[in-house]
């Protein structure tokens, strides 16, 4: 018998409780009021302590009542043999894993090892069929009699650049043997075992009647230590710096359990190393790397970070591409008011972060020009004026074409004399203007919105702490979405679309005038989330992991079309060059074409006419393939299809003698349902002899 959840067992301390009760328990002694005791006999009492169980009965069924609950909640099971017909065939499902993991040291020779000692195992009438898994699982060879080819199928396999997910190697062998045809059958489970690969593992069961054996290698290549050593490099981020130069910062992690002291991180860009710089790291933990004052060629350029290799290859390259990026130009439209500076605090805040770099400038919203308005990515009308119906088209037709405009209302701000256009750009109807002594508050912002995801989680912002003592009042048209309120219900944040751009307005001021917002922790990355989503900014994707896909149009051109076959060159043809050099013809969708990119490394997309200039695509393993800690096969066992036989890996696999298949029988619920007749019992047993019976008043009368 075995346990699912033995730690329920200490529930067994309990039986502790029924002992102090019968131990401790007095007897209440019955006080009755009596005019008179001269007619009544003096009788001698003793008082005792209690030192034995007067109902043993009792004690016994409460405390049997108790063990059956704990076995009961620690979830035990048989694991009983069922009996088929002596040396009946069998079919054999050989499921082998092929994730970037099993690349690792040895243990994808140990793992072919284990395969061919399971085939070695088979005799005459025996079936196999050979499946490989990694984050998919694909049917290499059907169910068939013919040994020898199901060998030939096992030899073709090799490890493949995408993650582990064992439940898909499951599931897929549980529906090949999905039909008994009254032959013993078995799964034969050859991986590594990571514990990143078996994370939903808990939802997938081989059908009843199929014996599971698994076969780990996840010692192999580990040497004397507990986990296996492998350094892998994460994450390359470029950050923009002063001088038109960029910064790279680099992430490793450790995931092995021995410190890694001044290893050599190399930088190479467009085929040339410019740095080398070391790093530490403790046990199981990370390290950063800074590569400072960086210049970069023009163009995209393919660039790569290095460290020496260890047993696990291919997390020791990390590839991005780079290129220096313009950053969001920023235009600042304002008004004078006198010793006050309206666009100080928005310049400023703007002006702090690499991630993209913004540049603001400002001017007069009186200067409004089609030339300024051109050079600008995003627009801030700061407490600016729209009553002229000229400026106000030329900001209207700007949005129009994809620009990105934040209003900002102030006290110069006079809604009832703004033009047509400016009420457009507005989205809202004008109201009063709100003066409240006592302030008001944020107190509902709509946190699945883009601005205010990031503060979304706990401790990552508080809004409520800033006091509002002047806003304008707006009534939202049809199509204008309400982002924030104040606490008494009034539009704070709105958005919405004119044209291809978007357009943000924010009732109260953006600096000290009205609200004391500007003196929050959360102002400067509010401001810089308006930015960022009224623009419609992405950071350039300068690297994917391996199983990854990408839109066609949204890699060539940078956006997303409604469809790809405006992308046909004059031949018609597009063309993927993967990492080995070959190229491989693209199929235009009349909708979306996407790319699959399954290996790490370099690839191209190229036009055949050379029409569109060719993009590069970085491609990096998953970091979950670089973490090797196993999980233990007996939970994968118990949890599939009871425990793995006895027996070494290989051993255990070739040597199934078809003569019995395990099934699990749980027996927690007939537990549970005798632990509570026993309670019933015990519940009827103490009303009967513990009840009072009734005592004479007049004894000796």
């Known amino acids: 018998m075995s346990l699912l959840t033995p730690w329920f067992l200490a529930g067994l301390g309990l039986l502790s409780v029924p002992i102090i009760i019968h131990l401790t328990h ?18 001698p009492f003793k008082s005792l302590n209690r030192r034995r169980i007067r109902h043993p009965l009792l004690f016994a069924l409460r405390c049997l009542a108790l063990v059956l609950l704990a076995l009961a909640f620690a979830r035990p099971f048989l694991d009983t043999l069922g ?17 970037a993991s099993m690349g690792y040291a040895d243990r994808w020779e140990a793992a072919l090892d284990s395969a061919r000692a399971v085939l070695d195992g088979l005799g005459e009438g025996d079936r ?7 984050e998919q699982a694909r049917e290499r060879f059907p169910l068939s009699l013919d040994l020898v080819a199901g060998r030939t199928a096992l030899e073709g396999l090799a490890p493949t650049h995408l993650g582990t997910r064992l439940e898909a190697g499951l599931q897929l062998a549980g529906r090949i043997l999905a039909e008994p045809e009254g032959r013993a059958r078995e799964v034969a489970l050859i991986s590594d075992y990571q514990r990143t690969g078996w994370e939903d593992g808990g939802r997938v069961r081989l059908p009843d009647g199929v014996a599971l054996r698994t076969a780990s290698v996840a010692g192999s290549g580990d040497g004397d230590g507990d986990a296996a050593a492998n350094v892998a490099l994460a994450e390359a981020a470029l950050r923009t710096a002063d001088g038109g130069r960029v910064r790279l910062v680099a992430r490793l992690a450790n995931m092995g359990e021995g410190p ?3 290893l050599p991180v190399s930088l190479e860009i467009a085929g040339r190393t410019v740095a080398t710089m070391p790093v530490d790291m403790p046990p199981r933990g990370t390290g950063t790397v800074v590569f400072q004052n960086l210049a970069l060629p023009e163009g995209r350029s393919r660039a790569s970070l290095t460290i020496p290799g260890d047993g696990l290859v291919i997390d020791d390259v990390f590839r991005f591409v780079a290129a220096s990026e313009a950053g969001l130009r920023t235009l600042i439209l304002g008004t004078n008011r006198g010793s006050e500076d309206p ?18 400038s400002r001017a007069p919203a009186s200067g409004i020009d089609a030339g300024g308005l051109s050079s600008a990515d995003f627009v801030v009308l700061n407490d600016g004026d729209l009553a002229d119906a000229g400026r106000a088209g030329l900001l209207r037709d700007w949005v129009s074409a994809g620009g990105g405009l934040l209003i900002v209302l102030g006290p110069g701000t006079r809604m009832d004399r703004w033009s047509t256009a400016g009420h457009g750009l507005l989205g809202a109807g004008p109201g009063p203007l709100v003066d409240v002594g006592e302030g008001r ?26 006091r509002f003592m002047r806003f304008w009042e707006v009534e939202p048209a049809e199509g204008t979405a309400v982002l924030a309120r104040f606490d008494t219900g009034e539009p704070a944040l709105l958005e919405h679309v004119v044209g291809e751009g978007r357009v943000l307005v924010w009732t109260s001021t953006l600096d000290r005038y009205w609200n004391d917002l500007a003196l929050q922790p959360v102002f400067l990355p509010f401001v810089h989330r308006l930015a960022l989503h009224a623009t419609g900014y992405r950071e350039p994707e300068r690297w994917i992991e391996a199983g990854g896909t990408l839109e066609l149009r949204s890699l060539v051109e940078g956006g ?89 890996a290989g051993e255990g696999a070739a040597g199934i003698d078809g003569e019995t298949v395990p099934r699990r029988a749980e027996l927690w619920w007939p537990l549970l349902l005798l632990s509570a007749l026993v309670l019933g019992v015990e519940s009827v047993l103490a009303n009967r002899w513990t009840r009072r019976r009734p005592v004479s008043a007049l004894t000796g009368a």
Not at 576 to 603: C, K, M, N, S
């Open 441 to 466: 508050r944020l107190s509902w912002l709509d946190y699945d919105h883009p601005v205010f995801e990031l503060f979304s989680t706990p401790r990552s912002g508080d809004f409520s702490g800033a």
């Open 26 to 43: 007095r007897q209440r002694s019955r006080v009755t009021v009596f005019p008179s005791l001269m007619f009544l006999r003096k009788l």
């Open 83 to 99: 009996e088929v017909e002596g040396g009946s065939a069998r079919d054999v499902v050989l499921v082998l894993d092929v994730s």
């Open 560 to 648: 997303a079309g409604a469809g790809d076959r405006g992308l046909v060159g004059e031949n018609g043809e597009w063309v993927l060059v993967d990492p080995a050099g070959d190229r491989h013809q693209l199929e235009i969708a009349e909708d979306r074409t996407w790319i699959d990119f399954p290996e790490t490394g370099f690839y191209q997309v190229e036009a055949m006419d050379g029409a569109t200039a060719p993009v590069t695509v970085a491609v990096n393993a998953r970091i979950a393939e670089s973490d090797l800690s196993p999980v233990a096969t007996e939970r994968v066992a118990e949890t599939v299809g009871g425990p793995s036989p006895p027996g070494e």
């Open 128 to 134: 196999v069929a050979v499946a490989a898994f990694d």
């Open 260 to 262: 890694v002291d001044a």
């Open 343 to 360: 666009g100080l605090f928005l310049e400023r805040a703007l002006g702090i972060g690499d991630a993209p770099r913004i540049e603001a």
